[in-house]
C-alpha cells in the first residue's frame, strides 16, 4: 500500500447506529488529519493530530470522536450522527517542521446518514 | 474577506483547449501553494507544489504565482477529457494549517 489509505470507502449508517472509518498513511509522516466534504463548500478541517496528541480541534461535536494510536493511524469514531453529516470524510498526512507544506489526501469515505 | 477564493465554474472547453483556472487569496505572507485534482467521488490528488513566486512546469500543467497580485494559477495545455475533474488551490498557511478554495469544477469535451 502506498500513500494514504481509508476504509470503508462507503458507508450507510442508521442515525443510531456506531461505526468508525480508518484512515493509514505510509508516508512517513508526522501529521493527520480529518476534514469533512460537502457540496459547493470549501474543505471543512475536523481534527488534527501531531505524533499521537491532538492539536485541533474545530468546534466539531461530540458525536464525532477521533483518536490516533500511532502516528501511522487514524480513527474517527461515529455516533448518533445526523443527516446533515452525510458528506465525503477525507483523511490527509503532512510533515510538519521542515518548513514546506504538502499534504496528501486518502480516497474517502463516502457517508451517508439516513 | 475569505482568506482564497476561487471561481467555482463550471468550466466546459473543447479538447486541446489551453485551461486557466485560478484562486486570489488576501494574505501577502503565504508563500506556499498548491494545487489539487479531484476526480468524482475521489478524494483529491496533489498536482503541482509552488513556493514563492513564479513559474513551475509539470509535463502539460504548469503553476503560476503572481504575489504582487495575490493571484494562483494553474495553465492546462492540450486539455484532455480525462483532464475533466474540479481543481482545488491550496494555500500552506503555516503549521497544521492549509486553506483550501471551494473548487473549479471542470469539464473537457470530446
Known amino acids: 500500500e502506498t500513500g494514504v489509505t481509508q476504509t470503508p470507502r462507503h458507508l450507510v449508517m442508521g442515525m443510531t447506529n456506531k461505526k468508525s472509518l480508518k484512515c493509514e498513511q505510509h508516508l512517513g509522516h508526522n501529521a493527520m488529519y480529518w476534514y469533512k466534504q460537502s457540496a459547493k463548500k470549501p474543505l471543512e478541517l475536523m481534527f488534527v493530530y501531531n505524533f499521537k496528541e491532538q492539536t485541533e480541534n474545530n468546534s466539531v461535536p461530540s458525536r464525532f470522536s477521533p483518536e490516533c494510536p500511532n502516528s501511522s493511524h487514524l480513527f474517527l469514531h461515529l455516533h448518533t450522527l445526523q443527516p446533515e453529516d452525510s458528506a465525503l470524510y477525507l483523511c490527509?498526512?503532512?510533515?510538519?517542521?521542515?518548513?514546506?507544506?504538502?499534504?496528501?489526501f486518502g480516497p474517502g469515505t463516502r457517508l451517508t446518514v439516513t | 474577506q475569505k482568506e482564497v477564493e476561487q471561481d467555482p465554474g463550471p468550466l466546459s472547453v473543447p479538447e486541446g483547449a489551453i485551461v486557466s483556472l485560478n484562486c486570489t487569496y488576501s494574505n501577502s505572507a503565504f508563500q506556499y501553494f498548491m494545487w489539487y485534482r479531484q476526480y468524482s467521488r475521489k478524494g483529491p490528488e496533489l498536482l503541482m507544489y509552488?513556493?514563492?513566486?513564479g513559474n513551475k512546469e509539470d509535463g502539460r500543467f504548469t503553476a503560476q504565482v503572481d504575489k504582487s497580485s495575490k493571484y494562483i494559477s494553474l495553465f492546462i495545455r492540450d486539455s484532455q477529457p480525462s483532464d475533466s475533474a474540479t481543481y482545488l488551490c491550496a494555500i500552506g498557511a503555516g503549521t497544521y494549517k492549509y486553506i483550501f478554495g471551494t473548487g473549479t469544477r471542470l469539464k473537457v469535451l470530446a
Open positions: 490527509a498526512s503532512s510533515q510538519e517542521g521542515g518548513g514546506a507544506y504538502e499534504q496528501y
Open positions: 509552488t513556493y514563492s513566486s
